[in-house]
C-alpha cells in the first residue's frame, strides 16, 4: 500500500500550524485520504462531521476570538516545557506527552479525514488529572471507503516543521518505554492499534480490544481463517482506567510521539461498516 497523502484546503485566516502528513501504510483502506487541518490552541471537541468548509471556518474563528483573552492550554505547554520535547533531554526526568494538556508543545493531526470523528484534550467526565484526551469514532468512513481513522500526536506544532519520516533524536535520554491510561469502549470487530516513537521505533505497537485477543486484519485475509498476524502485542480496553506499556527499541528519530488508530476489520463478504468506538487517554509519557 503507497503511503502518499496530500493536505486539506485551509480557508484564508486559519493557520496551518497543526496540519501534517497521515502515513497510511499498514491500515485497511479503500481509498487514501486526506488529514485534517487542526488548530488545538484549547479550543475543546474538534470535528467536521456534517460541517461545510465556511461553517468550519467560523466556528474556528469565533472559538480562536474566545480563547485569545488568555493564554491556552497549548501556548502554556510549549512556553513552560522547560526541556523534554523542546530543550535538553535527561535519562532521569521523563518526557510528558499529555497530562491534564499537551506538554511538548507539538500539535497533532487527524487521519485520512476529518469527518465522523471527534478529538477533544478537555474531557473532564473522569480524568485521572484534570482533564482527558477523548477520541470518538462512529465508524463510518472518514474519506472514501477507509476502514480506519486515527489521530497523531505529533513532535512539531507547525506543518513546515514536520516530517512523517524525519523527527527528533531522544536516543540520549535512554528511553525504554511509553506508558498511558486508557479507557473507553469499542463496537463488534473494532481494534484500537497504539504506537509511539515512530517512524524509527515502527513494528513496537498494541492492539486493545474489548476482550483483549483480537488482532488486526487486513482487508486481503478477510476470509483467511488464519490471517497474518499484526506483530503489535494484544491487550484489553475496559471501561476503567489501565495503565499499559510500549516497549521503545530505537528512539533516534521521533516524528510521531503518539499514535491511537481505530480499525474495523470488516467481516468476509461483508460491504457494511462498523460502529467505531469512543477511547480517552491520559499520563502519556517516555520513561527510561
Do not use: H
Not at 485569545?68 to 505547554?77: A, E, G, I, T, V
Not at 510528558?96 to 473532564?124: H, I
Amino acid at each position: 500500500m503507497s503511503n502518499n497523502s496530500s493536505y486539506s484546503v485551509i480557508p484564508a485566516g486559519i493557520r496551518r500550524e497543526s496540519i501534517a502528513k497521515a502515513s497510511n501504510e499498514g491500515f485497511p483502506s479503500r481509498n487514501m485520504g486526506r488529514s485534517l487541518p487542526l488548530d488545538l490552541k484549547g479550543l475543546g471537541p474538534i470535528t467536521t462531521s456534517g460541517m461545510t468548509v465556511g461553517r468550519l471556518f467560523a466556528a474556528l474563528s469565533i472559538a480562536v476570538f474566545l480563547c485569545s483573552c488568555n493564554k491556552s492550554p497549548f501556548d502554556r505547554s510549549r512556553d513552560a516545557s522547560g526541556g523534554g520535547a523542546t530543550g535538553s533531554l535527561s535519562p532521569s526526568v521523563n518526557l510528558v506527552v499529555f497530562s491534564s494538556e499537551l506538554k511538548t508543545g507539538g500539535g497533532a493531526f487527524l487521519y485520512p479525514g476529518g469527518n465522523n470523528q471527534t478529538l477533544s484534550f478537555q474531557d473532564t467526565s473522569n480524568p485521572i488529572s484534570t482533564r482527558s484526551i477523548r477520541y470518538n469514532w462512529n465508524g463510518t468512513p472518514v474519506v472514501g471507503g477507509t476502514l480506519f481513522a486515527g489521530f497523531d500526536l505529533m513532535n512539531t506544532p507547525t506543518l513546515s516543521t514536520y516530517n512523517p519520516n524525519t523527527g527528533r533524536n531522544l536516543s540520549g535520554a535512554g528511553y525504554g518505554k511509553v506508558t498511558f491510561y486508557a479507557r473507553g469502549g469499542l463496537s463488534t470487530n473494532t481494534v484500537l492499534k497504539v504506537e509511539a516513537a515512530n517512524p524509527s521505533n515502527n513494528g513496537q505497537c498494541v492492539v486493545l480490544s474489548m476482550n483483549g485477543t483480537d488482532d488486526i486484519v487486513n482487508i486481503a485475509d478477510q476470509c483467511n481463517s488464519q490471517p497474518t498476524p499484526s506483530g503489535c502485542s494484544k491487550a484489553q480496553l475496559s471501561a476503567n482506567w489501565q495503565s499499559y506499556r510500549l516497549t521503545i527499541v530505537n528512539s533516534s528519530n521521533v516524528a510521531d510521539l503518539f499514535k491511537a488508530t481505530f480499525i474495523y476489520n470488516q467481516p468476509c463478504f461483508s460491504t457494511t461498516y462498523g460502529q467505531g468506538g469512543t477511547v480517552f487517554f491520559d499520563q502519556i509519557q517516555y520513561q527510561p
